[in-house]
C-alpha cells in the first residue's frame, strides 16, 4: 500500500499488517478514504470526548474493582486493616470494598477515579448537550444522535444510581431505601415492582438480591448499551461529518479544519491522557466517598446532610419541596408527593429535550440539512427556552440541598423550601424573558456592528473640540460571523396555489403553528452587510442609541 | 478607514490575520481589541506555528526538546508508580495496612500516575501545536440523502421481494406468523416471575405484631422494648425517666428473627419522652403512652428515611432526607415537608416489672404510601 502523495514507500512495519488486512478486508480503501477527514476545531467542542474519555477511564477502573469487590450481602463480621470497624456486623460488600480500599494497592485510587469518572461524565455529558442545544446543532440531520445523546444521559443516571449502591454503606442504603419508596409510589404495580426488585422485603429480601442484582445490572447490561450508544453516536458523527462553527470560508456544504491523520488523532490523544490526568489529580487529592466514614448500612440510622451524586440532585430536590398531597379513594392511594416529583420534572426535561427537534421544525417549518451552527443569539426563542430548562433544572437541583444552603446561610429550612417552590416555575418564566432580551440585544449589536464598525480605541478630536471614538469596519472573521445569522421573516406561506390554506394551517393545530411561527421571528433584528462604511459618528439613528444598551 | 484589506471571502490566513493587525491604528490601553471581541477568532489558527507554514529549524528543534523533555517527565512518572506501587507493598505483612499507609500509597501513587498521563499529553500538545505541518483543508460535504433514483430503485426491490415471497398474497401465512410471534415475545417475561414474591400482606405489619402475639401467648401483657444495638437489654420506664430525650427501640427477640435485617427495617421505632405538659394525645389513644413517653415508627411516610433528628425544644421530629417534619406532642402529625400521614404510633404500656412494653402492632401501615393501602 502507498501511504504518501509523494512515491515514498511506508516502512515495512507499517505496511505489512496494513497489507495483510487489506487482503482480507479491502480495508485500506476505508482508511484511505477517512485518514484526511476534517474535523472542525472549537473549544467547545471537546465537551463530548470528556464524556468518551471518562466512559473509557470508569470501564477501565470499573473493571479492576470488579476483581476484588463481592456483590453479595451476606453477613460477616469484619476483621480487617481498618480497626476501628473491628468486630462489627456488614455485608460482605461492605467489606470488601473496605479491603479495595484499604489492602489492595492501588485500590483507594481506582476507587476515587471511578467516581470521580463518573461524576466527570455526567457533566461533561450535560455542557456537551447544552452546547449541541444552543447552538441548534440537533437539527436536521442531526436529530438521530440527540436522541442517542438523551438515551445516554438518562441511562448515565441509572448507572450511577446503581454504582454508588453497590458498596452497601449508610449512604448507598438510604439510596436504595428512597428508591424502595419511590417504586412503592407507582399506581397499581408499585409494590410488586418493589417486591420483584428487592426479592421481597427491603433490603435483605429473601437472600439478599438486591446487591447482586444491582452489580450485575452495572457492571454488564448498562454498560454494555451504553457502550452501543457511545457506538452508534460515534458512527453517525463520523458519517455525518462535524458540524462547523460560521466563519470565513465556511459554508453549509463544507468542512474547514485539520485532518483527523496526524492532526486531530494526536490532539485527541492528547485530549485522553488530559482527562485521565485530571481524574488521577481529583482522585489523588480529592477524598470522594470515603464509605469507612459512613459504615455499613442499617435501617434505622442515618446521618444529616445526606446527599446524593449531583446528578441525582434534580430528583432530591423536586421530592423535597413537593407539597404533601396524597389522595385515597375506593381503597387506594395514590403518593402524589412521591410520584409528581420523581417522575415529573425529569419527564417533562427529557421528553421535551426529546421532541424539541422536531417541534422546532414543526413551528420554524424548516426541513433543511444544517451543517453550520447557529449562534444562540440567532434563535433567541430556542436560547430562552434552553436557559428556561437550564433554570428549572438548576432550581430543582439547588433545592435538593435545601438543608445545606439553610446551614450555611442562616435562613429558615422551611424558608428555602417555600422560596424554592416558587422559583421553580417563576425563575424558568423570567430567565426565558431575561434570556431572549440578551439575545435581541446582541442581534441589535451585530447589526449595529455591521452597520458601523467596531470601536477602533482611537479617540478624534474634531475642528470644534468634540471627541468621539474612531470606528473600523469589523475585520473578516467577526464579519463572517455575524452575517452567518439567517433573517427571518415572521411569515409561513399561509395560502398555496389560488387562495387556497396551505394543509398545515388549517384547524386548531394549524393556527396554533401559524401563531408560533410568528412568535418565532417576530422580533428578529434584520443582519446585513454594509458595504459603504459611513463613520458611526456622523449616524444618529435610533439604533445606534438602543446599541449602547448592549455591550 | 481606507487602509483596510478586509472583505474579501477567501478563507483568511493567519499571516493576513497579523497584518491586518499591523495596519490598523495603535490601540488605546483599556479600550478593547480590535476584533478581539468575538468567540471565533481563536478558532482559525489551532496549531498557529507548524500549521502549514515553514517551521523555522531552531524553533523546531527548541519545540522537539521541550517535548521530549515532557516524555522523559512522564516515563519517570510511569516508573515512580511502578516504583511507589512495591513501596506500598513494604509497609504491612501482606501489602498495605490500614488507613494511614493506604493514604500514603494513594499519594504516592496517585501523583506518578498524575505526572505520567499530564507530562504526555503536554508533551503532545506542544508536538502538535509547534510541529506538525499539517495544512488546514476544506471538505465538501455530500449529500446525504440517497438520490431520487436509488430510493426508486430500491423501493421496486423491496416490493419485488415482498410479491416473490409470497407474504402479500397469503394472508394464512402472514396471519399465523404473527399469532406465533405474539407469544414468543410475551414467554420470556413469564421468567421474571421469580423475581420476588408477591406483596401480600407484608407491607402491613411489622415484627411488634406476632412479637406481642408470642409475649401474649406466655401470659404477658405485651412485648419489651430493647435499645437498637443493645439487643439483650430490655427498657424500663426508670431507664428513660428524662424528658426531653429521643432513643431507637426495637421488639424483644427481633434480632433471632428470620429476616432480621428485613424485620428491623419495618419495625425501628422512635422513643420519645415528651413532657407530660406539652403531651397531647390522639383521641382513642389515650392510654397509648406512658406518661409522656410515646412510640411511633422511625420510618418516614414520604420514602421511609428513618426519621431521626428530634429538636427538643420544639419536639419535633424531622426526617434529614427530605425535610418531613412531625409534632411527637401531637401523634406525629405533619406540620412541614412532603410526607402526607403521620408517623404510625405505637400503643405502649408498662408491665408489672417496670418494663416499657408494647402491647399491639402499630395499628396501620408504616413507612411510604402503596397503591393497596388505602
Not at chain 1, 476515587?112 to 455529558?125: D, E, G, P, R, V
Request: charged share 20%.
Amino acid at each position: 500500500m502507498s501511504t504518501s502523495t509523494t512515491g515514498a514507500a511506508a516502512p515495512k512495519a507499517v505496511s505489512g499488517p496494513l497489507n495483510f488486512i487489506d487482503d482480507r478486508l479491502g480495508s485500506t480503501t476505508f482508511f484511505r478514504r477517512n485518514m484526511k477527514k476534517v474535523f472542525p476545531d472549537h473549544w467547545s467542542f471537546m465537551l463530548g470526548e470528556i464524556a468518551l474519555y471518562s466512559f473509557i477511564i470508569l470501564l477501565l477502573t470499573g473493571t479492576f474493582l470488579t476483581l476484588w469487590f463481592q456483590p453479595s450481602m451476606h453477613e460477616v463480621v469484619y476483621e480487617g486493616s481498618y480497626t476501628k470497624l473491628n468486630g462489627v456486623k456488614m455485608s460482605e460488600a461492605y467489606a470488601s470494598t473496605l479491603h479495595i480500599s484499604f489492602d489492595v494497592r492501588g485500590g483507594l485510587l481506582m476507587r476515587q477515579m471511578h467516581h470521580w469518572a463518573a461524576i466527570l461524565f455526567m457533566i461533561a455529558i450535560v455542557v456537551h448537550m447544552l452546547r449541541v442545544f444552543f447552538t441548534g446543532a440537533y437539527r436536521k440531520p442531526r436529530e438521530l444522535n440527540w436522541l442517542i445523546g438523551i438515551g445516554l444521559f438518562t441511562l448515565g443516571m441509572v448507572e450511577g444510581l446503581f454504582g454508588y449502591s453497590l458498596p452497601d454503606d449508610l449512604l448507598s442504603g438510604t439510596g436504595l431505601r428512597i428508591t424502595q419508596g419511590v417504586a412503592e409510589s407507582i399506581p397499581v404495580v408499585g409494590t410488586y415492582l418493589y417486591m420483584f426488585l428487592f426479592g421481597g422485603e427491603f433490603p435483605h429480601g429473601t437472600n439478599g438480591e438486591i446487591i447482586p442484582r444491582l452489580f450485575t445490572l452495572h457492571v454488564l447490561l448498562i454498560p454494555g448499551i451504553i457502550l452501543a450508544l457511545v457506538t452508534a453516536h460515534m458512527m453517525i458523527m463520523w458519517h455525518q461529518k462535524h458540524t462547523q462553527m460560521p466563519g470565513p470560508g465556511r459554508t453549509n456544504d463544507n468542512v474547514v479544519g485539520y485532518p483527523f491523520y496526524p492532526v486531530f488523532m494526536a490532539k485527541t490523544g492528547a485530549y485522553f491522557l488530559f482527562t485521565f490526568g485530571v481524574i488521577a489529580l481529583l482522585a489523588t487529592f480529592a477524598q470522594i466517598n470515603p464509605i469507612w466514614l459512613f459504615g455499613p448500612y442499617d435501617p434505622g440510622a442515618i446521618s444529616a446532610g445526606s446527599q446524593p451524586d449531583w446528578y441525582m440532585g434534580v430528583l432530591e430536590g423536586s421530592l423535597r419541596i413537593m407539597p404533601n398531597w396524597e389522595t385515597t379513594a375506593f381503597g387506594h392511594t395514590i403518593s402524589w408527593n412521591v410520584l409528581v416529583p420523581a417522575l415529573g420534572p425529569l419527564g417533562i426535561i427529557f421528553t421535551g429535550a426529546a421532541l424539541w427537534p422536531f417541534i422546532e421544525q414543526w413551528v420554524t417549518g424548516d426541513k433543511r440539512w444544517h451543517h453550520t451552527v447557529e449562534r444562540p443569539r440567532n434563535a433567541p426563542v430556542r436560547t430562552g427556552v434552553g436557559m428556561a430548562a437550564v433554570t428549572f433544572y438548576g432550581m430543582l437541583w439547588l433545592a435538593g440541598g435545601n438543608d445545606v444552603i439553610a446551614e450555611k446561610f442562616h435562613v429558615s429550612l422551611f424558608a428555602t423550601t417555600w422560596f424554592f417552590r416558587f422559583a421553580v416555575f417563576i425563575g424558568p418564566v423570567l430567565a426565558y424573558i431575561i434570556t431572549k432580551r440578551i439575545c435581541l440585544g446582541l442581534q441589535r449589536s451585530d447589526a449595529a456592528t455591521m452597520h458601523h464598525g467596531v470601536e477602533a480605541g482611537v479617540i478624534i478630536m474634531s475642528p470644534e473640540g468634540g471627541f468621539s471614538e474612531k470606528h473600523e469596519p469589523a475585520n473578516e472573521q467577526e464579519r463572517a460571523v455575524i452575517l452567518s445569522k439567517e433573517n427571518r421573516t415572521p411569515a409561513l406561506p399561509a395560502t398555496e396555489k389560488d387562495g387556497i390554506p396551505a394543509p398545515g394551517s388549517k384547524g386548531p393545530l394549524g393556527h396554533l403553528r401559524a401563531r408560533l411561527h410568528r412568535y418565532w421571528a417576530i422580533d428578529d433584528i434584520p443582519v446585513e452587510a454594509h458595504d459603504d462604511h459611513h463613520e458611526a459618528e456622523e449616524v444618529e439613528e435610533g439604533k445606534s442609541g438602543r446599541k449602547e444598551l448592549t455591550h | 478607514m481606507s487602509d483596510n484589506n478586509l472583505g474579501s471571502n477567501e478563507p483568511m490566513e493567519p499571516g493576513d490575520a497579523a497584518h491586518a493587525r499591523n495596519q490598523s491604528p495603535k490601540r488605546v490601553i483599556g479600550t478593547p481589541e480590535q476584533g478581539g471581541r468575538l468567540l471565533a477568532t481563536a478558532e482559525s489558527e489551532p496549531a498557529p506555528h507548524g500549521a502549514g507554514a515553514e517551521l523555522d529549524e531552531a524553533a523546531a528543534k527548541r519545540a522537539e526538546r521541550i517535548v521530549a523533555l515532557f516524555f522523559l517527565l512522564a516515563a519517570l512518572g510511569s516508573v515512580g508508580f511502578i516504583a511507589a506501587y512495591v513501596w506500598s507493598g513494604q509497609q504491612g505483612p501482606n501489602g498495605m495496612h490500614g488507613i494511614e499507609d493506604a493514604r500514603a500509597s494513594n499519594y504516592a501513587l496517585g501523583v506518578a500516575m498524575t505526572v505520567a498521563m499530564l507530562a504526555m499529553a503536554i508533551g503532545v500538545t506542544i508536538w502538535v501545536r509547534r510541529l506538525m505541518t499539517s495544512k488546514q483543508i476544506v471538505q465538501q460535504r455530500g449529500p446525504l440523502r440517497s438520490d431520487e433514483e436509488t430510493r426508486a430503485e430500491f423501493e421496486a426491490a423491496f416490493l419485488e421481494g415482498a410479491g416473490d415471497s409470497a407474504v402479500t398474497k397469503r394472508p394464512l401465512l402472514r396471519r399465523t406468523l404473527l399469532l406465533a410471534a405474539a407469544p414468543l415475545g410475551l414467554a420470556p417475561l413469564v421468567l421474571l416471575r421469580d423475581l420476588g414474591p408477591l406483596p401480600e400482606k407484608r407491607l402491613r405489619h411489622t415484627f411488634w405484631g406476632p412479637a406481642v402475639t408470642e409475649a401474649k401467648k406466655h401470659g404477658k401483657q405485651g412485648v419489651r422494648l430493647v435499645v437498637d444495638g443493645a439487643p439483650t437489654q430490655a427498657l424500663k420506664v426508670s431507664d428513660f425517666a428524662t424528658p426531653g430525650s429521643m432513643i431507637t427501640v426495637l421488639p424483644e427477640g427481633i434480632e433471632e428473627s428470620h429476616h432480621a435485617l428485613n424485620e428491623i427495617a419495618k419495625a425501628v421505632t422512635i422513643l420519645i419522652n415528651v413532657p407530660a405538659d406539652k403531651f397531647k394525645p390522639v383521641k382513642g389513644r389515650e392510654n397509648w403512652h406512658v406518661g409522656g413517653i410515646v412510640a411511633y415508627s422511625k420510618i418516614c411516610t414520604h420514602v421511609g428515611c428513618p426519621a431521626a433528628l428530634y429538636e427538643q425544644t420544639t419536639h419535633h421530629i424531622l426526617c434529614p432526607c427530605h425535610q418531613s417534619t412531625f409534632d411527637a406532642t401531637d401523634g406525629a402529625k405533619v406540620i412541614f415537608g412532603p410526607a402526607a400521614r403521620p408517623l404510625p404510633q405505637l400503643p405502649l404500656s408498662v408491665d408489672k416489672e417496670g418494663y416499657l412494653i408494647a402491647t399491639d402492632d402499630f395499628p396501620e401501615p408504616i413507612g411510604p404510601s402503596f397503591w393497596e393501602r388505602g
